[in-house]
C-alpha cells in the first residue's frame, strides 16, 4: 500500500459535555474515494473541520502528507481544497471574479491562474455563465462553482462536506462524474453524504457514530458484513403493518421500501417460520416475502440503529 496522505490517531474533539469525535484512527490512501458516512450530529464535519486545520483538536493527531493538521496547519492548507456544507461563495462576485479570488487567496501564480480558470470553467459548464453573480446562479451551478474554486490551486486532496445536498439527480451525476475523473487523476476525495447511492461508488467507507468509527471498509465488504438476510415482506395495509411489525419479538426494525416493509432481525428465518404457523396480526394480510440481499441503506441503517446482532465485527 503506497504512504497514506491522511492518518488520524486517536482524534477526539470535545465542546463542553459533547464529544463531537471520539477517538478517530484511520488511514486514506492516495486516490481514493472516501466516504464518510453517519447520522446527522455524528460528528463528521467536526472531524473535517479539524482535518482543514479550522478547529484545534482535543486529543489524538491527524496528519496530511507527514504533516500535523494543526501544528503545521498554514503548510498543509496548500495541499487540499475544501468544498464546505455552506457555500463559501461571495455572492456579489461574478463567476469568473469567485475564482480569481480564491486563485489569488491559494497564490496561484498569475501566469498560470487563467488557464486555471479556463480549464475548469469547461470542467464544470460554467462558461456560458461566466459573468453571472454566483448569487444569482441554481443551487447546482453554485456547488459546481464552490468545487471549481476548492481546486483552483490543483490541491492533491479534496474534502466535500454533503457537496450534493439539495441536487437534482443530473447535477449529483455531474459531481460524482468530475469527482471520479479527479479520483482517476490521483486527487485522493473525502467525502460525506447521506445518499447511500453515492456511498456505493466510494472505494472505501467510514462509518461514524456519536464521534466514534464503527466501520471502515469497502461499500461490498460492510453490505457483506450482514450475518442474515434482509427480510421483505408484502402485508396490507402498509403503514399500520410496519407499526405493528417492528413491535414484534424477534424485530429490531422495520423500513419502507417500495410499499413493503424490509424487516431487520436477528433471526429472520425463524420469524418467518413462527409467523408461517401463526400469524399473530389480525388486520394484517401477508401477501407473500422475499429475501433481499442487504444494500447500503441496509447498512447505514444497521449501523446507525446499533443492530449489533446482524452485524460481524467490522473492525476499522
Ligand atoms: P450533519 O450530518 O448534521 O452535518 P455531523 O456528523 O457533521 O452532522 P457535527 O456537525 O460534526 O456532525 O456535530 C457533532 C456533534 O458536535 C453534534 O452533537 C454537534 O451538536 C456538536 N458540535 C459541533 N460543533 C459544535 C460547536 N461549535 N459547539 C458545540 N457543539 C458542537
Known amino acids: 500500500m503506497p504512504e497514506p496522505i491522511i492518518v488520524l490517531d486517536g482524534l477526539q474533539k470535545s465542546y463542553r459535555d459533547t464529544r463531537a469525535v ?16 453517519g447520522a446527522n450530529g455524528a460528528g463528521k464535519t467536526t472531524t473535517i473541520r479539524m482535518l482543514c486545520g479550522l478547529v484545534k483538536p482535543s ?3 491527524a496528519r496530511i502528507a ?7 496547519r498554514y503548510e498543509v492548507r496548500t495541499k ?10 461571495y455572492p456579489d462576485l461574478t463567476v469568473v471574479e469567485n475564482l ?8 496561484v501564480p498569475r501566469a498560470r491562474l487563467e488557464a486555471r480558470i479556463e480549464k475548469l470553467l469547461g470542467e464544470m459548464d460554467l462558461a456560458a455563465k461566466r459573468d453571472a453573480l454566483a448569487g444569482a446562479l441554481s443551487g447546482g451551478m ?4 464552490a468545487l471549481a ?18 441536487l437534482d439527480p443530473v447535477h449529483r451525476q455531474q459531481i460524482w462524474d468530475l469527482l471520479y475523473h479527479l479520483a482517476h487523476d490521483g486527487t485522493t476525495v473525502f467525502v460525506t453524504t447521506h445518499y447511500m447511492d453515492e456511498a456505493e461508488r466510494c472505494t472505501s467507507v467510514g462509518f461514524l457514530h456519536s464521534g466514534r468509527l464503527l466501520a471502515r471498509e469497502t461499500p461490498r465488504r460492510l453490505k457483506q458484513s450482514f450475518k442474515v438476510p434482509v427480510l421483505d415482506m408484502h402485508v396490507e395495509p402498509v403503514m399500520p403493518a410496519l407499526v405493528q411489525l417492528r413491535a414484534a419479538p424477534g424485530v429490531l426494525g422495520v423500513s419502507l421500501r417500495s410499499g413493503h416493509g424490509r424487516v431487520y432481525a436477528a433471526d429472520p428465518r425463524k420469524l418467518v417460520a413462527e409467523w408461517q404457523e401463526r400469524w399473530p ?29 446482524i452485524l460481524a465485527e467490522a473492525a476499522p
Open 66 to 72: 507527514g504533516r500535523d493538521v494543526w501544528r503545521e
Open 59 to 61: 486529543g489524538g493527531s
Open 80 to 89: 487540499f481544497g475544501y468544498v464546505a456544507q455552506k457555500f463559501s461563495l
Open 281 to 309: 396480526f389480525p388486520g394484517l394480510t401477508w401477501h407473500g416475502h422475499t429475501w433481499a440481499e442487504p444494500d447500503m441503506e441496509d447498512v447505514f441503517k444497521a449501523y446507525s440503529q446499533g443492530y449489533h446482532e
Open 100 to 107: 480569481r479570488f480564491f486563485g489569488g487567496a491559494y497564490r
Open 22 to 37: 471520539d477517538g478517530v484512527s484511520l488511514a486514506i490512501a492516495p486516490g481514493e474515494i472516501f466516504g464518510f458516512l
Open 149 to 166: 474554486c476548492a481546486l483552483i490551486h490543483e490541491p492533491v486532496l479534496l474534502f466535500l462536506d454533503e457537496p450534493t445536498s439539495g
Open 142 to 145: 453554485k456547488q459546481l462553482l
